[in-house]
């Protein structure tokens, strides 16, 4: 039977990601604010509307289905912001909308949607080394770093929970070339090569709650 990825954020990054599972025979349900994603046209493509700073836009998120129960092979949440990329220090404003979209959202649109992915499927948060603590010298990008870190513990947390059940784990896309923040634009990763690197990895046999960085084709540490 084939199979269903639900990939949040897919307008960027994820556009390539979507591209590269429906070029493997997937069904992909795609997720972007406005709901509409131009650039994929291909029937077995779907897009849905999300807004991850909005929890009755996640509440909501079910009725897209009109009660038909989904089965989700997979879930990958990508959708990410980095307001603060490359400053000092946010505002209070950046600072909560940051969390708001990359912890509270992601959290409580995995909780709501975990129940939806098969026994045997896989949950991966498209995380960012610059979440590591173990590797952070630096000071700049506070809320996306926090914020990363945030997401790094559910992610331990929902790969303890799921043990036997479900594979989880945090991917570091690389330094992809997206509308990120401004200095993304010198990126060393295409998103298609990006993509084609989750791709690979997350249809693997990896040991569930690890954090892998795709750029180095390695396990990174928390
Ligand atoms: N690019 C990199 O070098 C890099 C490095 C490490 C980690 N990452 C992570 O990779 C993921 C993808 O990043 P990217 O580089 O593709 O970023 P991007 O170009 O800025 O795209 C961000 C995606 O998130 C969606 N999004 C933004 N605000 C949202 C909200 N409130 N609710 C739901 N979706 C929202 C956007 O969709 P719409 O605007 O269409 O709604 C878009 O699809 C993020 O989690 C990011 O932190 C990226």
Redesign the pocket.
């Known amino acids: 039977m084939r199979k269903t990825v639900l990939i949040?954020?897919?307008?960027?990054?994820?556009?390539a990601l979507a591209r590269t599972f429906l070029a493997n025979d997937y069904k992909v349900i795609g997720?972007?604010?406005?709901g509409i994603i131009h650039d994929i046209k291909h029937p077995d493509f779907q897009s849905l509307s999300?807004?991850?700073?909005d929890l009755d836009s996640i509440r909501g998120f079910e009725r897209h289905f009109q009660g038909n129960e989904v089965i989700l092979d997979m879930l990958i949440n990508?959708?990410?912001?980095?307001p603060d990329l490359d400053l000092e220090f946010p505002g209070e404003d950046s600072f909560q909308l940051t969390f708001a979209?990359?912890v509270t959202?992601t959290t409580f649109f995995t909780e709501q949607m975990s129940r939806q992915v098969a026994v045997g499927g896989k949950i991966i948060n498209?995380?960012?080394?610059?979440g590591s603590i173990a590797a952070c010298e630096l000071t700049d990008s506070v809320a996306?770093r926090m914020s990363?870190a945030a997401l790094n513990m559910y992610t331990k947390i929902l790969a303890n929970r799921e043990s036997e059940k479900r594979w989880v784990a945090a991917v570091?896309?690389?330094?992809?070339r997206?509308?990120?923040s401004k200095s993304?634009i010198n990126?060393r990763l295409s998103?298609e090569e990006s993509a084609e690197r989750i791709f690979e990895f997350v249809v693997s046999d990896f040991k569930t709650g690890i954090f892998w960085n795709v750029e180095t084709q390695t396990e990174s540490k928390w």
């Open positions: 949040t954020g897919a307008s960027k990054v994820g556009l997720t972007s604010r406005s999300l807004d991850l700073s990508n959708a990410g912001i980095g979209v990359n959202g498209i995380s960012s080394k610059m996306y990363k570091h896309p690389g330094w992809v997206t509308t990120l993304n990126g998103p």
